[in-house]
């Protein structure tokens, strides 16, 4: 079979089972292992500028380890050709094969290569310096902690190494023939595909102005020679902290944007059929005698009680001449989202039935807990703080509260819950601000 057509079918089931491709040093390994067994990590790992150290105790273990479980037996370089052939034809004729094993015997994956290091890989780390015995130091030192460590001996190499894999970490020696540090930084960042690396720059160089110039071709971080092992890992480890915290905080930016299209879509959805309210993104009036009539005749031929609750924003006719259109939107949206927060475990539905006047239609199962939620409506503005300087009684806007329930019968309509619960806001209103007052009638 053709060797293409096997690493494609294997890269396939490689990625059905862990949701990646292969890496390049994945691929060049299995393509030279598919064109010629023979073989050496060693050859391979000079050929690519890799630790032969790293490619055997981790990066080969890991990768016959997945094939093994992907193909159900043990998997080596000697047989993996063979193997992939069988699994490929097994799979066009659909016939059981005699090798197969289940899914739950154990597989044997370090037969062809050294025991796995203890250590995972922790960050692709790239080494340019033109000093042999600096980069086979880092490169052990960083090896040891379990990173995969790449070496480049002058700047035009570092630039290949970086065109073929991007690094996590480039560690850069300043002082090199040709191409010195800074140059090298330049070129990558002023690279669209490169420019996003994070560059440490390491040199015998301690003066402030080499320091400056560092940072300002766009080095991320400093390390003065001769270096400290807990430095250098304690910075290495700090930029890949830092990355990480940047990809999650993307992911999460990514997620929030979908969620706001979903949001938006919901809302424009809402606002198209005519029950919400455009400021304050809760069901608007229309909405409300639509919904209190329904609630009302379902109560009545249950016999069952309706409660109503008014939430109006104390003096808000002053704070308007005070502050302006701009801070009124911002008060009744903040005020409006304070309260259906405050009902965010409920079934009732918060309205805007007056300008800064908001109805909640009780749901049946929050009728009992009518006081609480009174407490917990006044609590969420209350946390909301939103200042009120020309208010004598308080410092921030406050809501005041009325509440009535009762049941429905013949002689009565749903105005006459209304007028109720307008006179329980009323009283509450009297009482000063930030109040509530409740008539329950059964």
């Not at 701009?326 to 079934?347: F, I, N, P, R, T």
């Not at 007056?354 to 917990?376: M, R, T």
């Not at 619960?421 to 209103?429: F, N, R, W």
Request: include cysteine; aromatic fraction near 8%; glycine fraction near 4%.
């Amino acid at each position: 079979m053709d060797i293409e057509a096997i690493l494609q079918f294997t890269e396939e089931k490689f990625y059905a089972k862990t949701g990646n491709y292969f890496s390049d040093i994945q691929r060049i390994i299995l393509l030279k292992i598919l064109e010629n067994n023979r073989y050496t990590y060693e050859q391979i790992a000079d050929n690519c500028r890799y630790s032969a150290k790293y490619l055997k105790q981790s990066i080969v273990p890991k990768l016959w380890q997945t094939i093994s479980e992907i193909f159900e037996e043990k998997v080596t370089k000697n047989n993996f050709k063979e193997v992939a052939q069988q699994k490929m034809q097994h799979q066009l004729t659909l016939a059981p094969l005699p090798s197969e094993k289940p899914l739950n015997q154990s597989v044997d994956v370090n037969a062809d290569s050294p025991s796995l290091s203890t250590n995972c890989h922790r960050g692709n780390i790239l080494l340019v310096d033109d000093q042999p015995q600096n980069l086979n130091v880092l490169s052990d030192l960083l090896e040891e902690q379990g990173y995969e460590v790449r070496q480049a001996l002058n700047g035009s190499i570092a630039l290949k190494a970086v065109e073929l894999t991007l690094p996590d970490v480039i560690l850069l020696d300043i002082h090199m023939p040709e191409l010195d540090g800074y140059a090298v930084c330049q070129r990558l960042k002023t690279n669209p595909q490169t420019q996003d690396v994070t560059i440490i720059f390491v040199s015998a160089l301690d003066e402030a102005w080499d320091k400056v110039k560092a940072f300002s071709v766009g080095g991320a971080d400093y390390i003065t020679k001769p270096f400290k092992v807990i430095e250098v890992l304690a910075r290495i480890e700090n930029q890949l902290k830092i990355q990480r915290l940047k990809r999650e905080v993307q992911q999460q930016n990514i997620q929030l944007q979908q969620q706001n299209i979903q949001l938006q879509q919901a809302f424009h959805e809402l606002g198209r059929l005519g029950v919400l309210d455009e400021l304050t993104q809760v069901a608007n009036r229309s909405r409300f005698n639509d919904y209190l009539n329904r609630e009302w005749e379902r109560a009545h031929q249950n016999k069952e009680s309706l409660a109503l609750i008014f939430c109006k924003i104390d003096k808000f006719a002053e704070y308007d001449q005070s502050y302006g259109n701009l801070e009124k939107d911002s008060c009744l949206y903040k005020v409006a989202q304070a309260l259906k927060h405050g009902l965010q475990s409920s079934k009732s539905l918060l309205c805007r039935y007056e300008e800064a006047k908001f109805g909640i239609i009780v749901s049946l199962s929050d009728i009992p807990n009518l006081e609480k939620i009174a407490k917990s409506l006044v609590d969420e503005v209350n946390q909301l703080q939103i200042p009120y300087s020309i208010s004598s009684a308080n410092l921030y806007i406050t809501v005041s509260i009325g509440i009535a329930s009762l049941n429905p019968d013949e002689q009565t309509t749903s105005d006459r819950l209304i007028q109720l619960c307008e006179q329980e806001l009323e009283k509450a209103e009297a009482k000063g601000s930030d109040r509530y007052s409740i008539n329950q009638r059964f």
